[in-house]
Every structure is written in structure tokens, then in C-alpha cells.
């Protein structure tokens, strides 16, 4: 098991470009988050899937961004048009819901994170 | 609204000394909290977690945390402090069942030799 993986680990741009990340997450976990942390703040929630269906998104995340996880497998977070303020670190963390609710025991694991820097 | 206060930004402690972080929370229902510890270039760890039961969890590393509802507080404490303790530590706090956390500002911890 190598834990959650994100790729890549930096990710230097101008302003205007497109950018991807990419998210593996521990293998029998069925749900996936995307945070971003920027400097001297803790991670702020973006969206989650539970398999590949996206059931919620954070009002942090504009039109320009978009997540996918197309086969319930590993993710992707696309920020378009890129601007200044989207420089912060984005994290993706995995967990396994159990019970007929799906209740979650709580426990993220989180990858190292993906740094993009917008010039 | 749903929040959590780490109203320590740094803290600076000697090796070996005693160790307590402050977390308070505000959340409507029964909170499950949680202690992450986030090193530089690394993820974020969980420390420990606590869902309900006795109210003083035990974490790795020789952290420990005391749940107080009354004071709607969740302290992470450690007896002796190692250099390689440093790290930015973060308090997080969910709902039963559900899947997303808030987390806190952090705190900084410092290590004197």
C-alpha cells in the first residue's frame, strides 16, 4: 500500500494557463476529497466523491475548477485561467465509508499535496 | 456556524519539556475531533481521533487528547517533547457519518534544544 499519491508535487505557471492534478488514493477506499491550504491556514474543503459521483462542492470552487473521478479509481482537479490567488497547496485524501449510511469513521489520509505557484 | 480556533499561531518549547495545544470548536451536533500533524513537505497525519467513550484519547507518537464539552475543547498535550516534534499541527472537527472535516489555522511548534 503506498498511501495516497498526488502528481505533481510543484507546479509553476503563468497566469491565464490551465492546470491538472492528479490524485491516486489508497485502493479500496471509495471516497475522495480535494482541500486547499494556503499559508498559515489549515486545509478548506473543495468537493468529494464517494466512487465517481461528486456529491458536493464547496462554494471555494468556481466555474473555473473542475474534479473528476471518472472510474471511481483516481482523480483529477483541473483549475482553468489560472489567477494569482489560486496559488495554495491542493491536497486530495482518501477514506473508506462502511454501514448502510456510509458513515465515515472519520479518518483521512491525506497525500503530500500538489504546490501550484501562479506567476 | 461550524468552526474550530487554534488561538496559539506559534508555539516554542525545550526538548523534554511538557506540551499543550489549545482547540476549541464550535459545532451544533455531537463533534468526532480529530489531531492532525503536518511536517514540512509531508502530508498531514492523524494524530488521533476521538468519536465518543472515554473522553481522554490516547494518539501516536505519545500524544494524548482530552475532550471537554463543557468547555467545547479538545487539547492535545504531550509529556516530553522530542526535537523531531516540530511540525504544524492542526485541530479538526466533523459530524457523525459525515464526510467532510474544518480544520483550524494550525499551530506551529517550535522545539528548543
Known amino acids: 500500500d503506498t498511501g495516497v499519491s498526488q502528481d505533481p508535487r510543484h507546479k509553476i505557471t503563468k497566469r491565464g494557463q490551465n492546470v491538472t492534478f492528479r490524485c491516486d488514493p489508497i485502493?479500496?477506499?471509495?471516497?475522495l476529497y480535494w482541500y486547499r491550504q494556503t499559508l498559515g491556514q489549515g486545509p478548506e474543503f473543495l468537493t468529494y466523491?464517494?466512487?465517481?459521483?461528486?456529491?458536493?462542492k464547496s462554494r471555494l470552487l468556481s466555474d473555473r475548477f473542475s474534479a473528476e473521478r471518472p472510474k471511481g479509481s483516481f482523480s483529477t482537479l483541473e483549475i482553468q485561467r489560472t489567477e494569482q490567488g489560486d496559488s495554495a497547496m491542493y491536497l486530495c485524501?482518501?477514506?473508506?465509508?462502511?454501514?448502510?449510511?456510509?458513515?465515515?469513521?472519520?479518518?483521512?489520509?491525506f497525500g503530500e499535496g500538489s504546490r501550484l505557484t501562479v506567476l | 456556524a461550524q468552526s474550530v480556533t487554534q488561538p496559539d499561531i506559534h508555539i516554542t518549547v525545550s526538548e523534554g519539556a511538557s506540551l499543550e495545544l489549545r482547540c476549541n470548536y464550535s459545532?451544533?451536533?455531537?463533534?468526532?475531533l480529530f489531531w492532525y500533524v503536518q511536517s514540512p513537505g509531508q502530508g498531514l497525519q492523524l494524530l488521533l481521533k476521538?468519536?465518543?467513550?472515554?473522553?481522554l484519547v490516547q494518539g501516536i507518537k505519545g500524544f494524548e487528547a482530552e475532550f471537554k464539552r463543557s468547555q467545547s475543547s479538545f487539547n492535545l498535550r504531550k509529556p516530553s517533547v522530542h526535537w523531531s516534534d516540530a511540525a504544524e499541527y492542526f485541530c479538526?472537527?466533523?459530524?457523525?457519518?459525515?464526510?467532510?472535516?474544518?480544520f483550524g489555522s494550525g499551530t506551529r511548534l517550535l522545539v528548543r534544544p
Open positions: 459545532y451544533g451536533a455531537t463533534p468526532y
Open positions: 479538526a472537527v466533523g459530524a457523525a457519518g459525515s464526510y467532510k472535516l474544518i
Open positions: 476521538y468519536f465518543s467513550g472515554d473522553t
Open positions: 485502493s479500496e477506499h471509495n471516497r
Open positions: 485524501a482518501s477514506s473508506l465509508a462502511k454501514g448502510k449510511a456510509g458513515s465515515n469513521t472519520g479518518e483521512l489520509f
Open positions: 466523491f464517494q466512487n465517481e459521483a461528486q456529491l458536493e
